[in-house]
């Protein structure tokens, strides 16, 4: 649990969301806390810097890039994006209505539930 929640990382509930989607280190020296690693690259994603410019509390840049890279190319992301698509469409429609025009108004309910992770 982070006990000094900074701008642009995660909640307690995004985390406890996306935690369980980060593949774990099988064997060899210990790495990064995940969360540390993953709020870094929340932070770059946020704020738009640059690699090199990620605070220092976020771990070496190195270390975030190089995870963040290993997880796109695992699909990792791809997956969680998968997973909070899925419980938002399970949401929206159970509440979904008809307008007059023939649209549906799964936007209203998307904005009043906030969804697990926002970048």
């Known amino acids: 649990m982070v006990a000094d929640l900074r701008c642009h990382e995660l909640t307690n509930r ?5 935690a369980p989607l980060i593949p774990r280190a099988a064997t060899g020296r210990p790495r990064a ?7 870094g690259m929340v932070y770059k994603i946020r704020t738009g ?3 090199r410019d990620l605070p220092e509390h976020h771990g070496p840049w190195k270390t975030v890039y190089a995870r963040f890279r290993r997880h796109a190319l695992d699909r990792v992301f791809t997956r969680a994006l998968q997973q909070i698509q899925a419980g938002r469409g399970a949401k929206a429609s159970d509440q979904c ?3 007059r025009s023939g649209h549906t108004a799964e936007h209203e309910s998307w904005h009043q539930d906030s969804l697990p992770l926002s970048f």
């Open 14 to 18: 995004e985390w406890e969301f996306l």
């Open 97 to 99: 209505a008809h307008n």
């Open 49 to 51: 810097i640059s690699w």
């Open 33 to 39: 806390a995940d969360r540390q690693v993953i709020n």
